[in-house]
């Protein structure tokens, strides 16, 4: 059964990652990155536009679909040891959230948003992923 992952990076990171082919969560964490299987997909929301800065972003800015297995690290050697998946990234521009909250239901409460997108990993419904994949593509 196909799940669907919402993953909160900022833009400038998610833009790193789609031009090399891969997802990463949580700085590099292991248990987050380790939950979609293959054929699971991905989609980022950004809420600013520089990791070291506080421009704001709000968009979802990538989706994609993970190929591979399970986790691995690019270069164990290094001082940062991130997990990461490889993703083949689909065509499709950036959406604004705000448009798109009143139709997320993992958004329970909608004066509140950005609660919901805290922690920068969680499994949204198909139907919620759909809402955001069709402002992407239309």
């Not at 059964?1 to 949580?26: E, P």
């Amino acid at each position: 059964m196909t799940r669907y992952f919402l993953i909160a990076a900022s833009r400038d990171h998610v833009l790193g990652g789609v031009k090399n082919g891969f997802a990463q969560a949580g700085h590099g964490r292991r248990d987050y990155i380790s939950k979609p299987a293959k054929g699971d997909w991905v989609v980022y929301y950004s809420a600013k536009e520089k990791i070291d800065e506080t421009t704001p972003c709000q968009k979802f800015t990538a989706f994609g679909q993970v190929t591979d297995d399970e986790p691995y690290q690019p270069d164990p050697n290094s001082d940062f040891k991130p997990y990461r998946r490889d993703v083949e990234y689909q065509p499709g521009q950036e959406a604004e959230i705000r448009p798109l909250l009143e139709k997320l239901s993992f958004i329970k409460n909608k004066k509140q948003w950005g609660f919901y997108l805290m922690g920068g990993f969680r499994e949204i419904p198909k139907e919620d992923f759909e809402v955001i994949i069709d402002a992407m593509t239309n």
